[in-house]
């Protein structure tokens, strides 16, 4: 009998529990994992696939140093931390003597399943006295944050959804069907298609999986999202849905929403989201008969038009109508630790973008590096992120990494951002260490999950703990922690006391080599949670006194919750609320509905400007989640059961007005670039409407000692400058196109790369 072994999927940031059993360094099979008390048994199709992630043959094994002619060298870790220490010391200095703010770009921190690294960062940002921090939330989530701040007090202060408990689950612009997003989303989804008594309406273009079990589906023109819930508002209001109690008790500033919304032209605004009347109308009618409304968001507004505006009308939905702080509402949720911070106006002297939960738009990177500026960014720092890949404008991107005076990436694996980087250094994959996310979302009982490793750290590679903690000694910063190597466990955070005061930028650090090394079974990393503790335990520790079924209290407390972690390989609750105090949470007294900024933005959109360029006739949804993609977690071509190749969707009738077939190659044209893809017929799609996946563009190995890329880069066609003016999100949702036919030679090209990514999948590779 082989054994089972605790983890967590990380192939998007819902991370289930899992089982798994191991052979040498691969996994072999995969379950959920049913006494996770979140995740309950719940598994979606990729999880089969995790050994995909850290066992294949384009691992880093070792540091890598780039030569004068662009390849990598293999150097040591002393070399390559002693050399890349130098050169930051240099430039920390050099910025101090010019008296200008910090010149390091930090992009990443942790991907769908990885936070334990991120604390470092923050440590190396600190020390660098930068805060130019970069992210994947950065380019999807910031305008949802910036809205939160506004209406609930804190950039921090992010909504759950009731989605277990909700009669009515109205979603928008995602796709749970496929994309999860949530707790066991497909079996949430079931159990509101077989419940009578339950309802969802999805609001989509394309008509998706989640449509297809929708009572109301509102198949809007992209980009018209903003019109259509601005409508549906007005309608509410119209109709005297709005909650008088729930907003008289717990709200501010209705009177000037409702002004606005009275405003709107609403049979013109549902005329140009293309939508029939009769179908809006009853959806309305189902969120007024609803006992328990949740609302669901994600990329197709925030990646859409008018994004920031997307998620103030979203969440005006559940607010107007008193859908909030309820069972099957929505709500907000706790932290372990908040994963983003509190900006409080701060702004880009390059780009002038505003920070939001402490971060820049990923965006804007690019022009961070290569403006011309004494401010410019210098060093580009990168972790667990593909940017190369993922960031808007490929070929923009690539030239900053590339024209950065050092550039460092930190991942498990050879990525096309580490491939132009100066330094590259081999992390231990998520499998070989301890690691977490705060990725958790939930209200009234949030959870936590710590994973203890299934393998031993592939050899040449280090944790991101270490990796930094020498970086920091070579450094010179590192204060002399000798005295307290024996100094007995218990006592020991209270010896280190003064050391983590007088040195409060690399606390994480010293954490980690003090507290750490007295850690069980390597748990060293893990360090980090402890401060957490303390400080969720001193906000409410009712709430986790609850959880936990305890009556301790201050940080005896603290410590228990932090040995509990350490003793819960299938994750546990850490705070428990009752549904009133939801209000504890949020940072205003009550929430502000009227957002100005937000307003006068609602008031000037404008039909007669939002029409497709004739010149770009179709909207693209650039990095559409599909059966088998998965950021850019798992590259071996193998993993993919379903489309292999990275297919461009498009109706029948949108390729054929090309005079092209299903199977054809054809080229996505946009204002900045060109790709080639293969077709396939999707006719869920609504019309005027492309899709191309997310999670491809790889460079993998081509088996004959070169490398072959894999799949549509998307982002060398996305205009980096068609962003929201807000949070500078990229519209990769609605992104104006036009197909040609491919010509003879890119379908030459297009061929052969196939043709050997079709033998490396024969090969199993
Ligand atoms: N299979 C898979 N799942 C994933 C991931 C993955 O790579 N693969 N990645 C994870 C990550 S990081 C994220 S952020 C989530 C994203 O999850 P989702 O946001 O659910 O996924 P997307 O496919 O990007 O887009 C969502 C939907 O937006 C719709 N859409 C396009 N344009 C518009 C528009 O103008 N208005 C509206 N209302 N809708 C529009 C698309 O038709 C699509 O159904 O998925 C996570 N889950
Ligand atoms: N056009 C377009 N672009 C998009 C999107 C889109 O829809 N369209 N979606 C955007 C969204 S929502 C997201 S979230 C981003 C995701 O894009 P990224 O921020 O680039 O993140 P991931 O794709 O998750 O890549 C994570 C990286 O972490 C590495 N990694 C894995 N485990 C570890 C570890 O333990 N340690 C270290 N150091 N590294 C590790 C992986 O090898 C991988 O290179 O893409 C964005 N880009
Ligand atoms: S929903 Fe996300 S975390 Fe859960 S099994 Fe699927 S990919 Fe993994
Ligand atoms: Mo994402």
């Not at 390597?522 to 401060?531: E, I, K, N, R, T």
Request: glycine fraction near 8%.
């Amino acid at each position: 009998m082989t054994d089972w072994h605790k983890t967590a999927c990380s192939l998007c940031y819902v991370n289930c529990g899992i089982e798994v059993q191991t052979e040498g360094r691969a996994i072999t099979r995969v379950r959920g994992d049913r006494e996770n008390p979140r995740s309950r048994g719940y598994l979606c199709q990729k999880a089969q696939r995790l050994t995909w992630y850290g066992d294949h043959g384009d691992r880093l094994t070792t540091p890598l140093r780039r030569r004068e002619d662009g390849t990598h060298e293999a150097v040591s870790w002393e070399t390559a931390l002693g050399e890349i220490a130098a050169k930051l010391r240099s430039v920390r200095d050099e910025d101090l003597a010019a008296n200008r703010p910090g010149s390091l770009a930090y992009v990443g921190g942790g991907g769908q399943g990885n936070h334990s690294g991120g604390g470092y960062g923050l440590a190396l940002r600190n020390w660098m006295n930068s805060k130019r921090f970069f992210g994947a939330l950065s380019q999807e989530k910031t305008g949802d944050f910036w809205v939160n701040g506004k209406m609930f007090g804190g950039q921090t202060n992010h909504t759950a959804e009731g989605v277990d408990e909700c009669d009515l689950l109205l979603v928008i612009g995602c796709n749970p069907w496929l994309a999860n997003g949530f707790n066991r989303a497909r079996s949430a989804v079931n159990d509101i298609k077989n419940d009578p008594a339950r309802r969802m309406i999805v609001v989509d273009p394309r008509r998706t999986e989640t449509a297809e079990v929708a009572d109301v589906h509102l198949p809007l023109r992209p980009g018209t999202d903003a019109y259509l819930l601005g409508a549906m508002l007005a309608l509410i209001v119209q109709r005297g849905g709005q909650d008088e109690a729930f907003l008289a008790q717990h709200t501010g500033g209705f009177d000037e929403v409702a002004a606005s919304l009275r405003k709107i032209p609403v049979d013109e605004w549902i005329a140009h989201a293309e939508v029939d009347r009769a179908d809006v109308d009853q959806a309305v009618d189902l969120i007024l008969a609803a006992e328990a409304m949740t609302v669901r968001v994600e990329l197709g507004i925030q990646q859409g038009r008018n994004s920031t505006l997307n998620s103030y009308l979203e969440k005006l939905l559940y607010l107007v109508t008193g859908n909030f702080g309820r069972p099957g509402t929505n709500a907000l949720h706790t932290w372990l630790m908040p994963l983003w911070s509190e900006s409080r106006g701060d702004r880009s002297e390059i780009t002038g973008f505003e920070y939001i939960g402490g971060m820049l738009p990923l965006n804007t990177l690019a022009e961070e590096i290569l403006a011309d500026h004494p401010h410019r960014a210098r060093v580009l720092w990168v972790e667990s992120s593909n940017p190369a890949n993922t960031a808007a404008d490929t070929l923009a991107t690539e030239r900053a990494i590339r024209a950065a005076e050092l550039s460092v990436v930190i991942d498990v694996a050879y990525t096309e951002t580490a491939a132009l980087a100066d330094y590259v250094l081999p992390a231990a994959s998520q499998h070989e260490k301890w690691e977490f996310t705060f990725f958790d979302f939930e209200f009234p009982t949030n959870y936590f999950h710590l994973r203890p490793p299934l393998f031993e750290p592939l050899p040449g590679t280090l944790v991101e703990a270490e990796i930094y903690a020498r970086l920091f000694e070579e450094l010179g910063v590192m204060p002399d922690i000798e005295p307290l190597r024996n100094v007995d466990p218990a006592h020991l955070l209270k010896a280190a006391a003064p050391l983590l005061q007088e040195n409060p930028a690399i606390a994480p650090v010293l954490l980690y080599r003090t507290l750490g090394a007295t850690l069980p079974n390597g748990a060293a990393s893990v360090a980090v949670l402890w401060p957490a503790c303390l400080t969720l335990v001193k906000r409410m520790s009712v709430a986790v006194q609850r959880a936990l079924e305890t009556d301790l209290e201050g940080p005896a407390l603290a410590a228990e919750l932090f040995d509990r972690i350490l003793r819960s390989p299938s994750g546990l609750a850490f705070t428990k609320h009752e549904y009133d105090e939801v209000w504890q949470l949020m940072r205003h007294d009550r929430v502000h509905l009227a957002v100005p900024e937000l307003l006068s933005w609602l008031e000037k959109l404008d039909p007669a400007r939002d029409r497709p360029d004739p010149e770009y006739p179709l909207s693209l949804i650039n990095g559409q989640r599909r059966r088998h993609n998965a950021n850019q977690i798992l590259r071996p071509p193998s993993w993919r059961r379903t489309d292999q190749e990275g297919a461009l969707h498009v109706r029948t009738d949108d390729l054929a007005a090309i005079g092209a077939a299903e199977g054809d190659w054809v080229a996505v044209v946009t204002r900045v670039g060109r790709i080639v893809v293969r077709a396939e017929i999707d006719d869920s799609l609504r019309k005027a409407q492309v899709a191309l996946p997310h999670g491809f563009g790889m460079s993998v190995p081509d088996g004959h000692g070169g490398r072959v890329w894999h799949g549509p880069r998307i982002n060398l066609i996305t205009d980096a400058h068609d962003r929201d003016p807000i949070a500078g999100t990229p519209h990769h949702k609605d992104m104006p196109v036009r197909l040609e036919p491919a010509i003879p030679d890119e379908i030459e090209a297009a061929e052969r790369d196939a043709a050997v990514i079709r033998e490396l999948i024969a090969s199993g590779a």
